[in-house]
């Protein structure tokens, strides 16, 4: 390595650019994986007791399971219409 390539710009190359966005994504799935398999039941079947009450869409309702190490906490976040 010369002193001159010290300054130069390096340039990635496509392969590493794809690799990372693949690394991502797998990160990303392996995250998803963790959810418990009735989330997406439960998320429906609040969806379903809300709209008795109030008129929602399915993107106004979103629930997450927190993992500490002992206990694991449910959040759910319901955006609610202006009258």
Known sequence: ?????????????SASVAKERLQIIVAHE???R????YLPQ???????VIR?????????????V???DDCSV???NVTLPEK
Do not use: A, C, H, W
């Open 1 to 13: 390595m010369s002193f001159l390539d010290y300054f130069r710009s390096k340039k990635t190359s």
């Open 30 to 32: 392996r995250g998803q």
């Open 34 to 37: 963790e959810q418990p398999d």
């Open 42 to 48: 439960l998320q429906q079947e609040l969806l379903e």
């Open 52 to 64: 008795k009450y109030v008129q929602i869409s399915d993107d106004m309702i979103q629930v997450d």
């Open 66 to 68: 927190d993992r500490n």
């Open 74 to 76: 449910l959040e759910l």
